[in-house]
């Protein structure tokens, strides 16, 4: 079971099951990151929940989880799949290759949340805080039932405003140290992945093209995938179903 651990400054530390060798680089599981995951979602709480937190649940401990949490966990994994192999992802990350050959993927990752919610409205009818503090309300509720390395997970994730610390480039910058960190422990050598925010920057117009491209393909993929034919009544945009369900007069 994965820990998460404090850093010398206090900040919840990613924990290890969030980083994976592969072969010629180091990659984040969760591809498009946190927000996109969350964004990517039906309403039900605990799908949701399933999508934003599946590299936390592995192996045994996912038999205990309700099976919107696991329909959430595929969506998850659906996400990843079509992100690492989309050719607008891979020339994302060809430009910013040749000083971060390794860890081009957990860079792009970053900043891709980041170009979401520069581009919000673009792709959610909720305003971005208010569908942040939703997602934090569903964490809260379930909390409780989460294994403990989870909870630990989810405890950083609220009380340093994860979702929300992409707003800026100060937070991206922040977040990629975060991994710098958990990396430079795991491989035993420096990482400092803070210093790519530089080449980001210099790209930025070229990067934020790639994700205008992407993100809409992304989503339709994703509701095409979440629907199978005997599904079609349930269809309801992603995105606006957390607004339908929030507002939705309890009965």
């Not at 990613?14 to 309403?43: C, K, M, Q, Y």
């Not at 569908?131 to 989460?146: M, P």
């Not at 080449?199 to 990067?207: H, K, M, R, S, V």
Request: with cysteine; net charge positive; charged share 25%.
């Amino acid at each position: 079971m994965s820990q998460s651990r404090r850093a010398s400054g206090g900040e919840t530390e990613i924990p290890d099951s969030f980083l994976n060798a592969t072969t010629g680089s180091l990659r984040l599981v969760n591809t498009v990151n946190w927000l996109a995951h969350a964004l990517l979602s039906e309403a039900d709480a605990e799908t949701r929940l399933g999508n934003l937190l599946a590299d936390l649940v592995k192996g045994p401990a996912r038999a205990g989880m309700t099976a919107n949490f696991l329909l959430g966990v595929r969506r998850h994994q659906a996400i990843d799949a079509f992100t690492d192999a989309h050719p607008l992802v891979r020339r994302s990350r060809l430009r910013v290759a040749g000083a971060y050959p390794h860890t081009r993927a957990i860079i792009i990752d970053i900043f891709y949340d980041h170009l979401l919610v520069r581009n919000w409205s673009r792709h959610c009818d909720q305003p971005l805080e208010e569908f942040i503090a939703s997602v934090y309300a569903d964490l809260r509720e379930h909390r409780d039932r989460f294994p403990e390395a989870m909870r630990n997970a989810v405890d950083g994730m609220l009380r340093e405003d994860w979702l929300g610390s992409y707003r800026s480039v100060a937070g991206v910058t922040a977040a990629l140290e975060r991994v710098s960190r958990r990396l430079s422990a795991r491989r035993r050598k420096p990482f400092a992945l803070q210093n790519s925010v530089g080449t980001l920057l210099e790209n930025f117009a070229d990067l934020d093209k790639d994700f205008a491209e992407f993100f809409p393909l992304l989503r339709a993929h994703v509701e095409e995938a979440a629907y199978p034919q005997d599904r079609v009544e349930r269809r309801v945009p992603l995105g606006a179903a957390h607004v339908a369900a929030r507002q939705s007069p309890k009965r």
